[in-house]
């Protein structure tokens, strides 16, 4: 079985400071782990991946995710925030096998202040 | 350009009314998914399909009904029977890589039961 658990369900930040948005998932096997950003209205659009290949994973719009196997944890950070930025984010896990499905958490909404 | 296309992006149903919405996808994927977002709430998954002529039901199956003819098109029918349908609907199909599978979404659609 496998499950996630975003950490605060609506974060604030100021233009320019620190996005951490939390991210911690349960899993039997080694993880495949993702986050989606979903602006008003639209689907889901792939931020970055973990697969194994390294612990710290660079995505787009300059945001970045280390994966820390000892805390069972994959956080989101950008070190300054941007306007364009405001919308919400999904962490999810994956397994391997042929029924591959993805389990997503509550999802944060990520308010970014003038 | 590749990618996944739902429509319509807004869709009314009476209460009694089957609807169907369309999912069409040019990316050459075998596995497609319907998810069901709902506020406050991750996605869900409704049902899922590995492969033509193929599909297997997900967590909220009941109310659903899908149709795999072609690799391409992945229709889900939200019945009568669906209790609360009025809900933020998402199609995604799966790419296999060599580091592990990325899922895909599409625009969404709107189902508002009135």
């Known amino acids: 079985a496998q499950s996630v658990t975003q950490l605060g369900s609506h974060v604030s930040v100021s233009e320019g400071a620190l996005v951490l948005l939390r991210c911690n998932y349960s899993s039997s096997v080694p993880p495949y782990l993702f986050w989606y950003v979903q602006y008003p209205n639209q689907g889901l659009q792939l931020l970055l991946k973990?697969?194994?290949?390294?612990?710290l994973v660079k995505g787009i719009n300059g945001f970045e995710a280390e994966f820390k196997k000892s805390e069972t944890s994959f956080h989101l950070t950008k070190p300054s925030a941007h306007m364009s930025d405001a919308a919400e984010y999904f962490c999810?896990?994956?397994?391997?096998?042929?029924?591959?499905?993805?389990?997503f958490g509550s999802g944060t909404q990520l308010t970014v202040l003038p | 350009d590749g990618g996944i296309t739902q429509s319509p992006k807004y869709l009314f149903r009476k209460e009694g009314q089957n609807v169907t919405l369309s999912c069409e996808q040019n990316l050459n994927h075998d596995a497609m998914y319907w998810y069901r977002q709902d506020p406050g709430q991750g996605l869900r998954l409704i049902y899922y399909s590995q492969i033509v002529n193929d599909f297997q039901k997900g967590d909220i199956a009941e109310g659903y009904s899908v149709s795999r003819e072609k690799k391409e098109s992945f229709p889900l029918t939200v019945t009568s029977a669906q209790k609360n349908p009025t809900a933020f609907y998402l199609c995604a199909s799966r790419k296999k890589g060599e580091f592990g599978n990325t899922i895909y979404f599409g625009e969404g659609s709107w189902l508002t039961v009135v």
């Open positions: 973990y697969t194994s290949a390294a612990t």
């Open positions: 999810a896990v994956s397994t391997s096998g042929s029924a591959r499905q993805l389990t």
